[in-house]
């Protein structure tokens, strides 16, 4: 009897020892690692999500910041976090070689191209809402069916004066080191508003003071989202920065201007004490003020 145990422990053991390499082999299926992409593919996959993380995120921070890979495999959605961030507007030939280098991703992993959706964090959404106008404007094979932004800095002459605020203010250090960068690498590509405003509404999103939404033209039949969470109280208490100093406020403001255009299938979604950092840090500029759960529904109904 005590030998037909131990031989029974045995198998079980092989059993389960083949059933977690099996399970680990799987997984080695599903994801891919590149210098530009981290991939999860599911065995099926019918829809792609594709995420561009913020000023300075990589693959792996928006991995950590916005897990949504397992709930979005087991749905059929196959995820794609990128490396590329670092940017505020993009240049002509920038969008040419992000083109090329999506469409790449998307043949080189025979992913589908029907049902593709980009989304964007902070700078990244900038990134999102300018590539994804681009790609409809060149009939290029990659075409979104859905776009969605993270709390981003659409309006960049909005965020060349919140930063003269900031600075002027000396309120918070993270605040002024962040300001100071921004206005001299404004001014190094196009120089002080008051004399170069057609170079801002040339690469901005959005140019609330001229009510400037050209950048956006191509996406006017396309699903947009546009997610921010509006806590005044935060702001003014951390960065002593006014709600016109705020992402959510141009955000808003975009969303009625695009509605007031003809977009029809734009979403203005304000949240309420959901942003917080991965590590339990409360700041509502953060991935977490998205449901993902409802994130993926929206994006399975499309």
Avoid: C
């Avoid at 900031?166 to 918070?172: A, D």
């Amino acid at each position: 009897m005590k030998k037909l145990l131990k031989f029974s422990g045995i198998i079980a053991l092989i059993f389960f020892s083949n059933f977690s390499i099996a399970q680990t082999n799987e997984i080695a299926k599903k994801h891919k690692s590149t210098d530009f992409y981290e991939l999860y593919k599911p065995g099926t996959t019918e829809v792609v999500l594709v995420l561009f993380g913020g000023y300075p995120e990589n693959a792996e921070d928006i991995e950590r910041e916005f897990a949504i890979t397992g709930r979005a495999n087991k749905k059929n959605v196959a995820v794609v976090y990128l490396n590329y961030s670092g940017k505020l507007w993009l240049e002509e030939n920038e969008k040419i070689k992000l083109t090329e280098s999506i469409n790449t991703l998307f043949q080189s992993n025979e992913l589908p191209t029907k049902k593709i959706f980009f989304g964007g964090f902070s700078s990244g959404g900038n990134m999102v809402l300018l590539i994804s106008n681009f790609l409809i404007k060149n009939s290029n094979v990659i075409q979104p069916a859905g776009v969605f932004i993270v709390d981003s800095p659409i309006d960049l002459l909005a965020l060349y004066n919140s930063a003269e605020k900031n600075i002027k203010s000396n309120y918070s250090q993270p605040a002024v080191q962040e300001a100071k960068w921004i206005i001299k690498t404004l001014n190094e590509n196009f120089g002080e508003p008051e004399n170069n405003l057609d170079k801002y509404e040339k690469y901005s999103v959005f140019t609330s003071k001229t009510d400037h939404i050209s950048n956006l033209k191509n996406l006017n039949s396309t699903q947009i989202r546009f997610y921010t969470e509006p806590d005044t109280l935060w702001w003014k208490e951390n960065r002593k920065a006014n709600y016109d100093q705020m992402n959510a406020y141009y955000i808003k403001k975009l969303s009625e201007n695009l509605k007031n255009s003809g977009f029809d299938q734009v979403e203005y979604i304000p949240t309420e004490n959901k942003g917080y950092r991965a590590n339990g840090e409360r700041h509502p500029h953060s991935w977490s003020i998205i449901d993902k759960e409802e994130l993926l529904q929206w994006m399975l109904k499309k």
